[in-house]
């Protein structure tokens, strides 16, 4: 499974199994109808009903109806805040599930359309107050929420939804046992030496957490130096199917550049870690997206070991070098059919900061003048700045 929530039915067993019924507590805080309560450090709020039992607002339009006392606003610790009686979230607009992801849809009375934004953990679930008795109630497929609201869920913004809970973080600094690695000609899978790194940074340490999805540029978190001839990358995703990403991942950014001819292709993709709980360490964030890129009908090499260690901007990261054919019949009615053999060849970097893993790939299809070809971006990868919170 690539991350918690793989279809509407494994999600709602694993709410109702993880979540159960909303929290109550037999000496919870005791609160007068409508009074607001807020978590310290947070812009979420709660509402107490009636019957004095707290609900997550989502916006503001899911105030409409509802007694809110903002004089009596008080402002709690997460440890204060556990101690309460909640129930399950008012929404106005409830919340979408498109693929793997949940958004919050979230619809102010001062907009005219909603915006999307997507929830980041379990734990944050939990703490709305979604559980697997509401599940049903509050989480709508993509048709079924555009048939519900009238809206294509598509042409709507999206954004990160800013959490709530901090998930713990189990230090595993990659130092016990050492990462044992190979230096391998590119593609080829074949040993010829034997190397061992034991890197001394915890990188998934909180020092280094980011509670948003990282930004790629001068004034982002990450920052490649520039390529003089690299332009913005194009018609990357129509080229292969094993461009696609994992779970929980986004395409910081893209480019392409052609010379003599030949297209070389560069991407950065961020993956959140708090989705991926079977990721610790650049071994594992590369074995599973190496996993994911060589499916289907292909030959795919080089994926076995890496071909090097290095570091990014003083974190350790490993390399792989990959090559990958892929055969098919290519043809139209009526008309010969001739067989394809496509062939990529590639440079995967990955790297780790706290509740991130990075995937910095170059690659083409031209594989007799790859490695000459792509020195450039390998230089500008070199310059690469990690920043933490800018």
């Not at 009903?49 to 709690?76: N, S």
């Not at 395409?251 to 989705?275: C, K, M, Q």
């Not at 990721?279 to 070991?305: E, H, I, M, N």
Request: aromatic content about 10%; overall charge negative; glycine content about 10%.
């Amino acid at each position: 499974m690539s991350g918690y929530w793989r279809g509407i039915g494994a999600v709602a067993l694993a709410i109702a199994l993880f979540l159960g019924s909303p929290v109550a507590h037999a000496d919870s805080p005791a609160v007068s109808p409508g009074a607001v309560v807020v978590l310290r450090g947070t812009a979420h709020i709660w509402v107490a009903d009636d019957d004095g039992v707290l609900h997550w607002v989502g916006d503001t339009r899911a105030f409409a109806g509802k007694r809110v006392d903002w004089d009596a606003k008080r402002e709690v610790s997460r440890d204060e805040f556990t101690q309460y009686r909640r129930g399950g979230p008012w929404l106005s607009s409830g919340l979408l599930k498109l693929g793997d992801p949940i958004y919050l849809v979230k619809w102010e009375t001062s907009d005219a359309s909603p915006t999307l934004l997507h929830i980041q953990s379990l734990a944050d679930v939990e703490l709305f107050g979604i559980s697997g008795d509401n599940w049903g109630a509050l989480v709508y497929d993509q048709a079924l929420w555009e048939r519900r609201f009238g809206i294509g869920a598509g042409t709507l913004a999206k954004g990160i939804l800013a959490p709530v809970a901090i998930p713990s973080v189990t230090p595993n600094p990659v130092t016990t046992p050492p990462v044992a690695v190979a230096s391998s000609t590119a593609g080829s899978g074949t040993t010829t030496a034997s190397v061992t790194i034991t890197p001394t940074m915890d990188v998934r340490s909180e020092a280094y957490r980011l509670n948003r999805t990282p930004r790629l540029g001068p004034d982002g978190d990450i920052t490649l130096g520039s390529g003089a001839s690299w332009t913005e990358g194009t018609g990357i995703k129509a080229k292969d199917h094993r461009f696609d990403t994992i779970y929980s991942s986004h395409v910081l950014h893209e480019w392409t550049v052609v010379s003599g001819g030949d297209p070389i292709f560069a991407r950065v993709v961020a993956t959140n870690l708090d989705y991926n709980k079977d990721v610790a360490t650049t071994t594992d964030l590369a074995r599973k997206v190496l996993s994911f890129y060589c499916t289907g009908p292909t030959t795919c090499t080089g994926t076995d070991a890496p071909s090097g260690t290095t570091t990014i901007a003083g974190f350790p990261a490993l390399r792989y070098d990959t090559r990958t054919r892929i055969e098919y019949w290519d043809g139209c009615s009526g008309c010969t059919q001739t067989l394809v053999q496509h062939e990529w060849v590639a440079i995967h970097l990955f790297v780790i900061r706290g509740n991130w893993g990075y995937e910095i790939r170059v690659f083409g299809e031209y594989p007799a003048t790859f490695l000459t070809k792509v020195q450039e971006f390998l230089t500008a990868v070199a310059r690469t700045e990690l920043r933490t919170n800018p």
